[in-house]
């Protein structure tokens, strides 16, 4: 998949401002993700917001909680796993429902993507360089059947790409499917392919979850159906 | 706040990791949302988020508290925008801007940090509208631009400036010697 940068403008400055504020929606903020991938000038200005941003956030005064919020926190942490491995559900004090399956996918690649700009505007605070389209890590997927190779790249800017080469192409009806796993098990869609020579973008961040791809019946599944072509966890 | 790094891969460094930051999120999320109740919430979410991440990816040095305010403030504009979709809970229940309400002066009263405010205090009073408006109340440039009647372009513009404007200032504050 080849990717055309548009051109630098002073829009795409005032996108970034409010890319740091995290003021964009889905459509908007993927747009200006796939520009900023190209484009040293909002990288550069991209990171001063975030940076700016968490300046703001230092300087909030702080407020102390309920005596009992640090023993109920605590609490949660030690909750015990359950005998099938998985660990009990956290008692969640706040009751929202995301807006939908994917909706729910896009708050945790929010949320992510949040942690590694602070991280990044981090570096830069401290004197260090990055670019955000420069590679923090990659990693190779094994490969646990068949040809080919699939390699995960995490971006300075909190993108994730996959680059898939040499697999075959998926059979007539059928299509490559991307999912994060977490320490349970539980998969999450991060994206469908129909052709295994390219590099796409993962709509979430696989960082600390397991990356596998399966082949799946078009145009895509809920769920992992089959065994996975490639795995590996993604960790730097 | 400073910026101390942490190894989180152990309960005990969990609790000193907590310590060192829940009055800073706390204060963050309070300031966000004005109910205790939200706030605590938000920021069980967020350490617990910190607790499951933060094992299997650990920050950069430094970072970890930062990491943690993103989330905090992420989490809560979430939950002020839910509050949004609600009509019988509509835009701010307890700061109405009415014609003529002054939303800068405002502004900089509720945002208590000193160097905040004395940044804010720099900014044209149009900047400083649209910034509070985004950064603590969470509203997108898209409801700014309906909620003071300004063309899209302009609220944006304005973000762009205010922002840049205000990184300079703190920056200025922490380093005299970048504006010597």
Redesign the interface.
Known sequence: MTQVHEAHSSEHEQAAALYALGLLDDGDRWAFEKHLAGCSRCQQVMAEDSETVGLLLDDVPGAEPPPEFRSHLMNLVDLPAEPNGHRAEPIRLTHRRTRSFVGGFRIKALVLAAALMATFASGLAAGQRYTANQVLFATPLQSLSGPGSAIVVIRASGVADLELRGLPNPPPGRVYEAWTLDANGTALMAGVYDDGDGTYRLDQSPLGRTLEITLEAAPGSERPTSAPIFSERVVP | ?S?RPFDLNG?EC??AF?DAY???A???A??LLGR??????????A???A???FA??P??D??SG??L???V???A???LR?RRRRPEQALDPQVPVAAGYDVPVQAISH??????REALGTLPPEQCEVLEL??FR????VEIAERLELPLGTV??R??LG??R??RV??DEREPSRSA
């Open positions: 706040m910026q309960r969990f609790e907590y829940h009055r800073q706390f204060g963050v309070y300031r205790s109740g939200d706030a605590e919430d938000v920021v069980q979410e350490f617990l988020s607790w499951r991440s299997v990816h920050p950069m430094g970072a930062r990491w305010l993103a989330i403030r992420n989490r504009i979430d939950v839910a945002m208590d940090g000193e160097r905040t985004a950064f969470g509203l997108t440039h944006k513009g973000l762009r922002l840049s205000v990184r703190l920056l």
